[in-house]
């Protein structure tokens, strides 16, 4: 299930991608990494609280829809007051009709981690004050690729009960929603 959903959704790879791999460049600057966990938050907040209310949506290990918390600690770190973290702006993301189509939009929050380990340890050599504000990319050391196949595993099972017709339209939905919001979103201002 998951190439058939990397093969429906490969036109808007590049783009998601491009967010966090413009990290990657040699000149990259704390004020870019800011503002991507900025964008980022957004769009997780919203999407694990619409997970967490979804009927029948169950994950193994409820931390995973908790990520966004290590975003805002990131954020502080890098010298966001707390109030100012109190008021990001986030996506508007209700809860969803059933599991699949949750999957479907989680797939889209997951495939993304695959990148996190190369752009931290781009950002630490790069701009070394970085360190103690990975936590979110942190959070993904040593189990990106075991998250990943076992996300496969769940949506192999959901797309034989159900078939993958839901899961491949929510995650086309997921990613036109996800580069509506990180098109749109603007960086806050350092500190605020």
């Not at 000149?27 to 870019?32: A, D, I, P």
């Not at 409820?62 to 770190?77: E, F, K, M, N, P």
């Not at 993301?93 to 797939?107: M, V």
């Not at 990106?144 to 017709?165: F, T």
Request: proline share 3%.
């Amino acid at each position: 299930m998951l190439a058939r959903l990397d093969a429906a959704t490969r036109d808007h790879h590049a783009e998601v991608d491009g967010y966090w791999l413009d990290l990657m460049a040699q000149g990259v600057t704390s004020e870019q990494y800011s503002s991507q966990l900025v964008r980022v938050y957004g769009f997780e907040a919203p999407l694990e609280s619409a997970l967490a209310y979804t009927p029948g949506f169950v994950v193994a290990d409820r931390r995973d829809l908790t990520r966004s918390g290590l975003i805002v600690q990131d954020l502080i770190a890098l010298g966001m007051k707390a109030a100012a973290a109190s008021r990001l702006p986030q996506s508007e993301i209700a809860p969803f009709a059933n599991a699949q189509e949750a999957l479907g939009w989680w797939y889209v929050s997951e495939r993304q981690s695959q990148l996190y380990n190369a752009v931290k340890r781009h950002l630490i050599a790069r701009v070394p004050q970085l360190a103690n504000a990975c936590a979110f990319l942190g959070s993904y050391d040593g189990v990106a690729a075991a998250r990943w196949q076992q996300l496969g595993s769940v949506l192999d099972a959901q797309s034989w009960k159900y078939g993958e017709d839901v899961m491949i339209s929510a995650a086309r939905n997921a990613f036109a929603h996800a580069l509506d919001w990180f098109r749109g979103t603007q960086p806050l201002a350092r500190g605020a």
